[in-house]
């Protein structure tokens, strides 16, 4: 396949392995050899990130505070919104198709020989960024697990920081619903003798047990570091917690980053232990410029934000309670069927007045009208059904008053289709106004 695409190398992969998740490390770690790619470090410092909510955001500030500070920077991730390159960013900016050719071409050579090994779309993308990654060597790279943590493609790479941001349920066909056990698979990152940050103060024991079963050094939020609101000036906070030589610090006037605060802390504690030497400016910025799509992502006002499971939507209802509450918010909806739909709309509920759904394709769909079922099961007012997320947006920017918000949530391809709808249509999206961006006094 010399002369293929990279839309062609993808469709291939999506068909060369019988399953599209098949945890185990046991095949990748065998190309990954093949490779040379466990020969020595991909990255001057590399830092691991694992959780069921979060891991994007924590992702997205540790390569924006990194550049900030000069590093030369990449970061792995998944799944994508709109574009395959999305995943590997280099310095900030999405990767080539013909790097990501010749990255599927080189684990390709090393999946046939000596003798065939199957890998999965996503293990082979996986090992496929980590050979662009290791031909720059930069000084950071940062790798967002996928899926659980101990038998992720992404953990045949040893990090020398790993961060576990949240535990929740999720993935349960493959993780089951034990937060226990669940939290040992994503603990599963961590390495002996080298520090972990544990990113949430409601994780379960299973997590520190694994910590100090393996020796790995435990930084916790709320123990080690912790953040807070500084008064006199809005959405200002500090960060206190230890530097790479264990001596305590203050970094202070922090921007909001309109991202978890939790995951913003846990990502300064994570550099400082990558012996970065922090600058107070440069975490200024670096927090003032980060950008993640799909997160509390504001195009006009429509909020767009790929919260799938109870724990995002909690979260995401809190951010929307601080606002000034608009003359009506509606909420368009497509759900996968193996997620927890009832604890969605149970969280978000509260800030929304009535719901487009949707439905969305593939395997593990959710038709519109199983999602209108259950909304007005729950007594929420269902106005309008569409058989995809463009159909539902160009329904509902009809029907939005000029004092109106929508709501995009409940998948990637939720939001992802919406994205397209908005790039295709050529909807003119500014930023989210000022007079709508106030909290609630």
């Given at each position: 396949?010399?002369?293929?695409?990279?839309?062609?190398?993808?469709?291939?992969?999506?068909?060369?392995?019988?399953?599209?998740?098949?945890?185990?490390?046991?095949?990748?770690?065998?190309?990954?050899?093949?490779?040379?790619?466990?020969?020595?470090?991909?990255?001057?410092?590399?830092?691991?990130?694992?959780?069921?909510?979060?891991?994007?955001?924590?992702?997205?500030?540790?390569?924006?505070?990194?550049?900030?500070?000069?590093?030369?920077?990449?970061?792995?991730?998944?799944?994508?919104?709109?574009?395959?390159?999305?995943?590997?960013?280099?310095?900030?900016?999405?990767?080539?198709?013909?790097?990501?050719?010749?990255?599927?071409?080189?684990?390709?050579?090393?999946?046939?020989?000596?003798?065939?090994?199957?890998?999965?779309?996503?293990?082979?993308?996986?090992?496929?960024?980590?050979?662009?990654?290791?031909?720059?060597?930069?000084?950071?790279?940062?790798?967002?697990?996928?899926?659980?943590?101990?038998?992720?493609?992404?953990?045949?790479?040893?990090p020398d920081v790993a961060v576990i941001t949240t535990i929740a349920q999720d993935h349960a066909a493959f993780?089951?619903?034990?937060?226990?056990?669940?939290?040992?698979?994503?603990?599963?990152?961590?390495?002996?003798?080298?520090?972990?940050?544990?990113?949430?103060?409601?994780?379960?024991?299973?997590?520190?047990?694994?910590?100090?079963?393996?020796?790995?050094?435990?930084?916790?939020?709320?123990?080690?570091?912790?953040?807070?609101?500084?008064?006199?000036?809005?959405?200002?906070?500090?960060?206190?917690?230890?530097?790479?030589?264990?001596?305590?610090?203050?970094?202070?006037?922090?921007?909001?980053?309109?991202?978890?605060?939790?995951?913003?802390?846990?990502?300064?504690?994570?550099?400082?232990?990558?012996?970065?030497?922090?600058?107070?400016?440069?975490?200024?910025?670096?927090?003032?410029?980060?950008?993640?799509?799909?997160?509390?992502?504001?195009?006009?006002?429509?909020?767009?934000?790929?919260?799938?499971?109870?724990?995002?939507?909690?979260?995401?209802?809190?951010?929307?309670?601080?606002?000034?509450?608009?003359?009506?918010?509606?909420?368009?909806?497509?759900?996968?069927?193996?997620?927890?739909?009832?604890?969605?709309?149970?969280?978000?509920?509260?800030?929304?007045?009535?719901?487009?759904?949707?439905?969305?394709?593939?395997?593990?769909?959710?038709?519109?009208?199983?999602?209108?079922?259950?909304?007005?099961?729950?007594?929420?007012?269902?106005?309008?059904?569409?058989?995809?997320?463009?159909?539902?947006?160009?329904?509902?920017?009809?029907?939005?008053?000029?004092?109106?918000?929508?709501?995009?949530?409940?998948?990637?391809?939720?939001?992802?289709?919406?994205?397209?709808?908005?790039?295709?249509?050529?909807?003119?999206?500014?930023?989210?106004?000022?007079?709508?961006?106030?909290?609630?006094?």
């Open positions: 396949m010399s002369d293929a695409s990279l839309k062609d190398w993808l469709t291939r992969l999506e068909r060369q392995h019988p399953v599209s998740i098949d945890l185990g490390l046991e095949r990748v770690a065998e190309v990954a050899c093949r490779m040379g790619l466990l020969d020595s470090p991909i990255a001057k410092r590399i830092i691991t990130v694992a959780g069921t909510n979060g891991k994007g955001s924590t992702v997205a500030m540790l390569e924006s505070l990194g550049r900030a500070h000069g590093l030369s920077t990449a970061t792995y991730t998944s799944p994508h919104l709109l574009r395959y390159n999305e995943r590997l960013r280099l310095d900030g900016v999405e990767a080539e198709d013909r790097l990501l050719v010749d990255g599927f071409e080189r684990v390709e050579a090393a999946r046939l020989a000596p003798e065939p090994v199957s890998l999965t779309y996503f293990e082979a993308g996986t090992l496929a960024a980590f050979w662009a990654i290791a031909q720059r060597r930069p000084e950071l790279a940062i790798l967002e697990v996928g899926l659980g943590g101990r038998l992720d493609a992404v953990n045949v790479i040893d993780l089951g619903t034990d937060l226990e056990q669940i939290g040992r698979e994503k603990a599963g990152i961590m390495r002996r003798m080298r520090p972990v940050v544990l990113g949430s103060e409601r994780l379960p024991s299973s997590v520190r047990q694994v910590a100090l079963a393996v020796g790995a050094g435990i930084h916790g939020l709320g123990e080690d570091f912790r953040h807070s609101d500084e008064t006199g000036v809005e959405g200002s906070w500090a960060w206190e917690g230890r530097d790479g030589h264990g001596n305590p610090t203050t970094l202070m006037r922090l921007p909001d980053p309109q991202l978890p605060r939790d995951n913003a802390a846990s990502a300064l504690q994570a550099l400082y232990l990558a012996d970065v030497t922090l600058d107070n400016e440069a975490c200024r910025r670096g927090f003032a410029d980060v950008q993640l799509p799909g997160r509390m992502q504001w195009l006009g006002k429509w909020c767009l934000d790929v919260a799938h499971n109870p724990h995002a939507a909690h979260y995401l209802a809190s951010r929307l309670a601080q606002r000034v509450p608009p003359a009506r918010r509606i909420g368009l909806l497509g759900m996968l069927g193996d997620k927890d739909a009832t604890g969605v709309v149970a969280a978000l509920s509260p800030q929304v007045d009535g719901w487009v759904a949707v439905s969305l394709e593939g395997e593990r769909a959710r038709s519109a009208s199983e999602l209108a079922v259950l909304l007005e099961s729950h007594g929420q007012a269902v106005l309008h059904q569409a058989p995809s997320p463009a159909a539902g947006a160009e329904w509902l920017m009809q029907v939005l008053d000029e004092e109106d918000e929508a709501l995009v949530c409940g998948s990637f391809f939720t939001v992802a289709g919406v994205l397209e709808w908005f790039s295709m249509r050529r909807v003119d999206a500014a930023h989210e106004p000022a007079s709508t961006a106030r909290r609630k006094t």
